[in-house]
Nanobody, 116 residues
Framework: QVQLVESGGDLVQPGGSLKLSCAAS????????MAWYHQGPGNGREFVAI???????YYQDSVEGRFTISRDDAKNTIFLQMNSLKPEDTGVYYC??????????WGQGTQVTVSS
């Protein structure tokens, strides 16, 4: 069974940086298109960054130029480098396949809070 474990969230001031990690077991992430999803307070999950098997990357306009998604095949982990953080980036961040798969249970996510 696939298991995804997100980590790296924290409280950070506007303009700060964080690097999130998503470690997987039960599958090789390099075989799948993966995404980071953001769930803001009171909102549903929306993808913010995608990395495919090539790997090529794609970003939502709201994070383009500020966030970078990457993958370490040896560690079977994907990352999200978040720079120039804004209060609207606050929320829980999850990783999963893109599109999200019902066969892959969601992890617990990692909380990012951007506030002064």
């Amino acid at each position: 069974q696939v298991q995804l474990v997100e980590s790296g969230g924290d409280l950070v001031q506007p303009g700060g940086s964080l690097k999130l990690s998503c470690a997987a077991s039960g599958t090789s992430l390099r075989l799948h298109t993966m995404a980071w999803y953001h769930q803001g307070p009171g909102n549903g999950r929306e993808f913010v960054a995608i990395i495919n098997t090539v790997p090529s990357t794609y970003y939502q306009d709201s994070v383009e130029g500020r966030f970078t998604i990457s993958r370490d095949d040896a560690k079977n982990t994907i990352f999200l480098q978040m720079n120039s953080l804004k209060p609207e980036d606050t929320g829980v961040y999850y990783c999963n396949r893109f599109p999200a798969s019902q066969l892959w249970p969601w992890g617990q996510g990692t909380q990012v809070t951007v506030s002064s």
